[in-house]
Nanobody, 128 residues
Framework: HVQLVESGGGSVQTGGSLRLSCQVS????????LGWFRQAPGKEREGVAS????????AYAETVKGRFTISRDNDKNTLYLQMNSLKPEDTGMYYC??????????????????????WGQGTQVTVS
């Protein structure tokens, strides 16, 4: 029953900023783990940032730490990814994801695709 819809992607110049949104609906029985992933053409889908919906705990990939911020507005049922100081290497399709709980790999900043069972359709981010 969990549904996720991303928005906010687009084209931005190097050094610019974007804020992605993910509207979350439905309920994950037993908990709620949320995350952002990205995938460039021909590359593996990689974890960018993760958070627990209720505790607010966060984790980031080393490649985005200090530049990206993940947050959640529970009243609006919306997940955000604020992206600053964007680089061409940040270009890719960005997906939000959810599952019932966050495994240890998520908290160490090494979220894997297999950690999440529910996915949005993605929103394109292009940095040039």
């Amino acid at each position: 029953h969990v549904q996720l819809v991303e928005s906010g992607g687009g084209s931005v110049q190097t050094g610019g900023s974007l804020r992605l949104s993910c509207q979350v609906s439905g309920y994950l029985y037993g908990g709620n783990c949320l995350g952002w992933f990205r995938q460039a053409p021909g590359k593996e889908r990689e974890g960018v940032a993760s958070t627990h919906a209720y505790t607010g705990m966060t984790a980031y990939a080393e490649t985005v730490k200090g530049r990206f911020t993940i947050s959640r507005d529970n009243d609006k049922n919306t997940l955000y990814l604020q992206m600053n100081s964007l680089k061409p290497e940040d270009t890719g399709m960005y997906y939000c994801a959810a599952d019932r709980f966050c495994p240890a790999s998520v908290w160490v900043g090494r979220a894997r695709r297999s950690d999440f069972g529910y996915w949005g359709q993605g929103t394109q981010v292009t940095v040039s």
